[in-house]
């Protein structure tokens, strides 16, 4: 922030009524305020509350803008996933949606580590290794990254994490198993949007039990979402990528998976 801010030409300038207003606060303290969301208290110390900024970064940062109506669309896709998966049996913090751009989460003692799922190559995979974009990954890749941007979010391999006692063997296991399972339902969901689910990104924190709950967001923020109702590389693309390369309509793109998990959602 403090940068130029990206605004599309297609949205209306001076629209900022979706904008947490700086310095009138309406909600709790602020406790954090990240890339794309800011977290605060809530009354009860168990439960935070998740803001959905309109802010978008890439490559650690170096590029910045604004997605107008972003926030609103990733707490609304975001709401419906995380009830999808809380449907099929997994645990996440997600409590209630409680506005727009607002949801009540539990409280969890982070873990420093973003957990990606591969099912097609893409993104830094193709760039780190050769392999072809689209190429299928089966069985799915589970990727761990250290959550820290002054590293750049690094990978790191199962070795590191013990050595930096990140976590423990039992929940480095207990991580993949969760990743995977999530894919599964998500694959699963997402194909019934036809939409492919390329890769994604999870965090996980602790509950006061050391629960290993799932945490953050899942939206086209943290999402690679190719439309298979066409085999354009570019017209596919409805996920932050269109943000990464400049591919334009960054925000007709989030809204129709929206759209489509809405519908997708509403047959379950
Ligand atoms: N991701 C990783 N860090 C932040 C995010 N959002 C997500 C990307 C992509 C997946 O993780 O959005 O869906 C893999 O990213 P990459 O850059 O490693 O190819
Ligand atoms: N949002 C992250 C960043 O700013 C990574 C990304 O999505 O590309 O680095």
């Known amino acids: 922030m403090g940068c130029p801010r990206y605004r599309p030409t297609t949205m209306a300038s001076g629209d900022t009524s979706d904008e947490n207003p700086s310095g009138e606060n309406p909600f709790g303290e602020k406790l954090y305020e990240g890339k794309a969301k800011i977290i605060y208290a809530t009354d009860d110390p168990a439960v935070l509350l998740t803001y959905f900024k309109d802010d978008a970064t890439a490559f650690n940062a170096q590029k ?34 409680t506005g727009d751009r607002t949801m009540r989460v539990k409280a969890l003692q982070i873990i420093p580590l973003e957990v990606v799922v591969r099912n097609l190559a893409a993104g830094s995979l193709c760039k780190q290794t050769g392999l072809p974009l689209g190429q299928r990954l089966d069985p799915p890749l589970v990727e761990f990254y250290y959550k820290n941007d002054e590293l750049g979010d690094p990978l790191l391999t199962g070795d590191r994490i013990r050595a930096m006692a990140i976590a423990s063997e039992e929940q480095i296991a207990t991580l993949r198993r969760l990743a995977l399972s999530i894919n ?85």
């Not at 006061?208 to 086209?220: A, F, H, M, R």
């Not at 923020?221 to 400049?246: A, P, S």
């Not at 591919?247 to 129709?256: D, H, N, P």
Request: charged share 25%.
């Open 64 to 97: 910045k803008g604004q997605i107008v109506g972003k926030g609103q669309i990733n707490c609304a896709i975001s709401t419906y996933l995380f009830k999808q998966l809380e449907a099929a049996g997994i645990v996440t913090h997600w409590l209630e949606t």
């Open 184 to 268: 599964q339902i998500l694959t699963d969901f997402f194909m019934g949007c036809s939409i492919t689910l390329v890769d994604f990104k999870l965090e996980f924190g602790l509950d006061p039990q050391q629960q290993i709950l799932l945490g953050d967001e899942i939206s086209p923020d943290t999402c690679r979402l190719w439309d298979q109702t066409t085999d354009d590389e570019t017209q596919r693309v409805l996920d932050k990528d269109r943000f990464r390369q400049d591919l334009g309509q960054i925000e007709a793109a989030y809204q129709r998976v929206l759209e489509k998990v809405a519908a997708q959602s509403a047959k379950n």
